[in-house]
């Protein structure tokens, strides 16, 4: 293997993909140590707890290390994967600075630096500030008495280390110990001032072997004569793993976007005081309005489906009744009215539920809401679709009669003030023109936040939805 040098080397590290993410899994790396790498390559697959991202890497060279596996879930801000540049050549206006420290292991990563070091926190690897660490020299220590030195040598033949003399230190010769961060929590934790401890690092740092034998020292008896050490404790024993029969069940860890969906629909079920009603819908004009729409030149090309029809119907119903777009401000205690919608479409994924949207759908064309939405559906079943793509909804459509489902009382997206959702469509007895006659039949059910919808409001929207999709010529006169 090639010899690296530090200033060769980039470490490039988890980027917050999302808007405040913490941490992502890798899923896949698609480069190995030794390949040859050029910037905007993608590197690997990520999945956050909003969506499966790529990454590509900001600069040319040669990956040395991959420093976790496939499966791991990283912090943002750790260096996931080294890359020596050819040469050591300053890289290219707009890419990251050398690196000058070494690669963090998977047990143990980088450890961010120590306040006032000069740097600036790096959270999505693209280099770090320009200035120079500079660190003040230490002031040497003052020689000890002549009377101090001989009790020391006196004690150290005792096999005991003598008990510091309280010494008067004027308030400029002291300065902090250094130690970094998590060396500093260690001995916090264990109740060790820094200020006893010898460091033994490079330029005087205070590493955790220096903390553990300050420790040690701080424990070990006192006796006037030495004293063998003594046994150590056997550490308690780990409570034994709950042992379950593999062949009978099956656990899946909930992390990603499964994980984060689950933590909204709690905090949505127990913030937002859920109410919801339903309607029952003769679709049958719907339906062949879809028919004939399929056959129209203007959408050739389109997805086209009663989920089309049904957005937009929502979308005019959002425009009779602007107040149902909105949102809780809770920390302001305000209502805040959107002027804009981004239709939200619940979307089921082999990763867990997903909530793309589509922005501004409330001044699409009805030819361009239904490309829009194709184009939602593709991304979401090839599993690429963006933590953009999901924020900022406004109001959502979830069609759950595409499971056989007549129904159901949907949670709302956190943020948003509605829900729609869509049951089956099939034919059922039904009174049309006074005569009971098959017809093509779905139930609808609107969920509102009701600390900013009230029943009159919620009612009107879900009544102006089932009046166009049981009339759909009132899409043009009511648009």
């Known amino acids: 293997m090639t010899t690296m040098t530090n200033a060769s080397v980039r470490e490039f590290k988890m980027p917050d993909v999302g808007e405040g993410l913490t941490e992502a899994e890798i899923l896949k790396w698609y480069v190995q140590p030794g390949d040859t790498v050029t910037d905007g390559q993608v590197v690997c697959e990520v999945e956050t707890a909003k969506a499966a991202v790529e990454l590509p890497i900001p600069y040319d060279g040669v990956v040395r290390a991959l420093h976790f596996p496939e499966g791991t879930t990283v912090d943002v801000g750790t260096s996931i994967i080294a890359v020596e540049v050819a040469g050591g050549a300053a890289p290219a206006a707009g890419a990251p600075a050398a690196e000058t420290e070494p690669a963090p292991t998977p047990q143990e990563p980088r450890e961010p630096k120590a306040e006032g070091s000069g740097r600036q926190p790096v959270l999505v690897g693209y280099g770090v500030a320009t200035s120079a660490t500079r660190r003040r020299p230490r002031k040497a220590a003052p020689e000890a008495p002549a009377g101090q030195a001989a009790v020391s040598v006196q004690a150290e033949l005792n096999g005991r280390t003598p008990a510091p003399e309280p010494v008067a230190e004027p308030a400029a010769a002291r300065q902090r110990p250094l130690a970094k961060p998590p060396v500093r929590k260690l001995a916090k934790d264990l109740g060790i001032d820094l200020a006893t401890v010898i460091p033994t690092g490079p330029d005087g740092i205070i590493t955790r072997e220096d903390v553990h034998a300050a420790v040690s020292a701080t424990q070990a008896p006192e006796p ?238 879900l009544a102006d939805v089932a009046a166009i999709l049981e009339q759909p010529k009132r899409l043009i006169t009511w648009a």
Do not use: C
């Open 224 to 461: 006037e004569v030495q004293a063998p050490a003594p046994a150590p404790v056997a550490p308690a024993a780990a409570p034994a793993p709950v042992s379950y029969d593999t062949a009978r069940e099956t656990r899946i860890p909930v992390k990603g976007v499964r994980k984060a969906t689950a933590a909204a629909m709690v905090g949505s079920a127990f913030t937002a005081p859920h109410v919801t009603e339903f309607v029952t819908v003769d679709v049958t004009r719907t339906m062949k309005l879809v028919e004939e729409l399929k056959e129209d030149k203007e959408f050739s090309g389109l997805r086209v489906n009663p989920l089309l029809l049904i957005a937009k119907a929502l979308l005019v119903a959002i425009r009779r009744n602007p107040e149902i777009n909105a949102s809780w401000d809770e920390a302001a205690q305000e209502i805040v009215v959107k002027h804009y919608v981004n239709l939200g479409i619940a979307a089921a994924t082999p990763r867990g539920l997903i909530v793309p949207n589509i922005k501004d759908a409330h001044a699409k064309t009805l030819p361009q809401l239904a490309e829009s939405l194709g184009e939602l559906v593709s991304t979401a079943r090839e599993g690429k679709t963006s933590p953009s793509a999901m924020q900022g909804g406004t109001v959502t459509i979830t069609n759950v009669g595409v499971f056989g489902v007549d129904t159901g009382t949907p949670i709302l997206n956190p943020g948003e003030s509605a829900i729609l959702a869509v049951g089956a469509i099939k034919p059922q007895p039904w009174v049309h023109k006074g005569k009971v006659k098959p017809r093509q039949v779905t139930t609808l059910a609107l969920s509102f936040d009701h600390r900013l919808v009230d029943g009159e409001l919620g009612s009107k929207v």
